[in-house]
């Protein structure tokens, strides 16, 4: 089990662009390899949808079809941080951001934007992106 720590929250206005970063602590250098991770966004009173996945052992993404073009997903090992690059933010990206993780190698990443898919979440950080 690794905890996970999202940060990078902030309001913004419609245009802008925001980077928001997951810590994964209790991960090592080699096992930091081993994870599906994935950024969700929830909007009040909205289900929690995903946006973006990693699968940190080969570094193949994934994205929502809302994210595709505007939004990155990226990490760095070596600080055992995944980020998500937010770009041209619209107001309907205000709200909730998660970020999971799930320790399952090179296993199929068919699940991967599915919120049942990860078992590690962290606490959130909040986006608002007022017009």
């Known amino acids: 089990q690794v905890q996970l720590v999202e940060s990078g929250g902030a309001w913004v206005q419609a245009g802008d662009s925001l980077r928001l970063s997951c810590e994964i602590s209790?991960?090592?250098?080699?096992?930091?390899?081993?994870?599906?991770v994935g950024w969700f966004h929830q909007a009040l009173g909205l289900e929690r949808e995903g946006v973006a996945a990693?699968?940190?052992?080969?570094?193949?993404?994934y994205y929502s079809d809302t994210a595709k073009g505007r939004f990155t997903i990226s990490q760095d090992n070596a600080k055992r941080e995944v980020y998500l690059q937010m770009n041209a933010l619209k107001p309907e990206d205000t709200g909730m951001y998660y970020c999971?993780?799930?320790?399952?190698?090179?296993?199929?990443?068919?699940?991967?934007?599915?919120?049942?898919?990860?078992?590690?979440w962290g606490l959130g950080t909040h986006v608002t992106v007022s017009s």
């Open positions: 999971a993780a799930d320790r399952r190698g090179g296993s199929s990443a068919v699940g991967i934007l599915r919120s049942w898919w990860y078992k590690d």
């Open positions: 209790g991960a090592t250098l080699a096992t930091f390899g081993d994870y599906h």
């Open positions: 990693i699968v940190t052992r080969s570094g193949s993404s």
